[in-house]
């Protein structure tokens, strides 16, 4: 089994460690210049702020619903990834940790089996949250591609799944394929997804 691990809007996650009053409160932070929008809360998101969006587009909206703006900080955003990484590391094992960006790490679980593997990805997600303040979203499927499906599903209905969906059975992986539509699946660029849409 494959795992990925993804940090939930970290940017805005990491800003939020030193600002425990804005948990409840939309938050967004900027691009290098101020000039775009490159991580937003599940907040931010439902009042109708954009991803990658101009801030001067969405400062009305912004201002009418007190969200919290900041300017981005990679020092320290690449501080608390690194500590995210090293926790996977003593977790599961140095070589069984692919970093994928600043926020992911694909992990390899080959080694354990049926519910061990929804007991593993539960334990590393409370672990990464306890030990470093960030939360984060675990996917767990038969191959990468799989893992990132189920991982989208974990952020999607985070309530429900608790942040952690594994695809074990034929039944789990058909069902969580039917929810995922094909431009949304890692790997399938938009030329591609819209030949598979023509084709039915």
């Known amino acids: 089994m494959k795992a990925i691990v993804d940090c939930n809007s970290f940017y805005c996650s990491c800003e939020r460690l030193f600002r425990p009053d804005l948990e409840q409160q939309p938050v ?62 003593y977790l599961v094992g140095p070589a069984q940790v692919e970093v994928y960006s600043v926020d992911e790490a694909f992990l390899d679980l080959d080694a354990m089996a049926g519910n061990g593997v929804v007991l593993a990805c539960r334990h590393i997600k409370e672990t990464v949250e306890q030990w470093t303040g960030i939360k984060v979203s675990v ?15 974990a952020k999607k209905e985070k309530i429900k799944t608790q942040g952690v969906v594994v695809l074990q059975s034929l039944s789990d992986i058909e069902k969580a394929l039917e929810q995922t539509a094909v431009e949304d699946i890692w790997g399938v660029g938009r030329q591609y997804a819209l030949k598979l849409h023509h084709r039915g």
Not at 40 to 59: L, S
Request: aromatic share 6%.
């Open 139 to 153: 996917g767990a499927g038969p191959s990468k591609v799989l893992s990132k499906v189920a991982n989208r599903l």
């Open 28 to 89: 967004v932070v900027l691009s290098n210049n101020d000039g775009c929008i490159i991580s937003r809360t599940d907040e931010a998101k439902k009042i109708g702020v954009g991803m990658a969006a101009p801030y001067y587009q969405n400062k009305a909206l912004i201002e009418e619903n007190n969200v919290a703006v900041f300017s981005s900080n990679y020092h320290l955003y690449g501080d608390l990834s690194m500590r995210v990484m090293d926790t996977l590391r």
